[in-house]
């Protein structure tokens, strides 16, 4: 179990709270919930989910994954529960994805299954109050990409925008990211037409429907940056665009008319995790004391220097709408974790100490 101790620094105006927490046994972060956050660290195959209120001081065990594989960071909050997706090996060898639900008033988990031979490691999006992923089945001859769809209330799946290429021809289409918000539902989408490198690629925008109502064909400069390494995170605020690959060659880019114009390319260009508003997303380059902000309405965007000190660097943040969970890091040091206002970022000393 992960022991914590807090300490409250008033600096001015300004509030930090430092959290000495034993680094080594959190494998990952989930979520930043109403002054809580989420982690899991792993024992063998099992994974256990804790949830730590930070004003408290108390740390409880929310469950276990049995046989846990490979997890994702991405969450879903929807009426008080949070879904993530998770994979686990299954009595054959194989492995299987289960939707787990971390209901927030009770502090526990339930599961959902459907096995359906898909592949490891799928993201978690929202779609008119229901859970949405991105799903591939490979067979002998076939690739087939499709969206799935949890009813949160039936309990029930379904299959939405299937798609599949031919593994031998390389003729066909196949869906590779998926991104949904409050206003649309957005992939983006390969055409191939026959041989290795003879494609073409679109983003498609549908509504909650599965309506199509815009296409955008990605030019190759965008191509040549950023699809060169398989996409592991796409987000979309309003007209902006956020695109991350394998290789944490990040972009992020205006929709204007059929074309995605750059704004910012950068490496480790990250997008903090939780984001509950889709107006001001928050981001952050890993390994350096950057942050950004975007406002989708004006496309203003702010770029905020951290005051870290005693060389450290930001390794991950998760963000709420007024709060940050910013965890420090440098080379052969022990990482630090503090809690703060987001409006006092530009203006607080981080000590690191």
Not at 340 to 352: A, G
Request: one cysteine or more; aromatic letters at 12%; glycine letters at 4%.
């Amino acid at each position: 179990m992960l022991c914590i101790l807090f300490i409250s620094v008033g600096i001015g105006n300004n509030e930090i709270q430092s959290i000495s927490a034993d680094f080594d046994n959190v494998l990952s972060y989930k979520a930043l919930i109403n002054d809580s956050y989420i982690y899991l660290n792993i024992d063998g195959n099992t994974a256990t989910y804790y949830r730590h209120y930070i004003n408290d001081d108390k740390t409880i065990t929310l469950g276990t994954i049995e046989n846990f594989y490979l997890g994702t960071r991405n969450t879903v909050l929807i009426d008080n529960t949070l879904y993530f997706y998770a994979s686990v090996l299954d009595s054959n060898d194989g492995v299987s994805n289960v939707l787990f639900g971390i209901n927030l008033s009770e502090n526990n988990i339930n599961s959902y299954e459907n096995n359906d031979n898909s592949l490891a490691g799928i993201l978690t999006y929202q779609l008119d109050g229901n859970i949405i992923t991105l799903k591939n089945a490979v067979d002998e001859d076939n690739i087939t990409t499709y969206l799935d769809i949890f009813d949160v209330d039936s309990k029930s799946w379904k299959h939405e925008n299937i798609n599949v290429v031919n593994s031998n021809t390389y003729i066909g289409s196949a869906i590779f990211a998926l991104y949904s918000n409050e206003e649309a539902l957005y992939v983006l989408q390969d055409d191939c037409l026959g041989g290795v490198g003879n494609v073409t690629t679109t983003l498609k925008i549908y509504d909650n429907n599965m309506n199509e109502i815009r296409s955008i064909k990605i030019d190759n400069d965008i191509r040549d940056y950023i699809l060169n390494s398989r996409i592991k995170e796409m987000a979309v605020f309003g007209d902006y665009i956020y695109l991350l690959n394998i290789s944490n060659d990040a972009l992020l880019g205006k929709i204007k008319g059929n074309t995605i114009e750059p704004i910012i390319k950068e490496k480790n260009l990250t997008l903090a995790l939780n984001q509950t508003s889709f107006n001001t997303p928050f981001f952050y380059a890993r390994r350096s004391n950057k942050c950004y902000t975007l406002d989708a309405e004006t496309g203003a965007i702010t770029t905020i220097p951290l005051q870290i000190r005693n060389d450290y660097t930001i390794r991950c943040i998760l963000a709420d709408d007024k709060n940050i969970l910013l965890i420090c890091y440098a080379d052969d040091k022990t990482d630090y974790m503090y809690y703060l206002k987001k409006d006092n970022l530009s203006h607080t000393y981080i000590p690191c100490e």
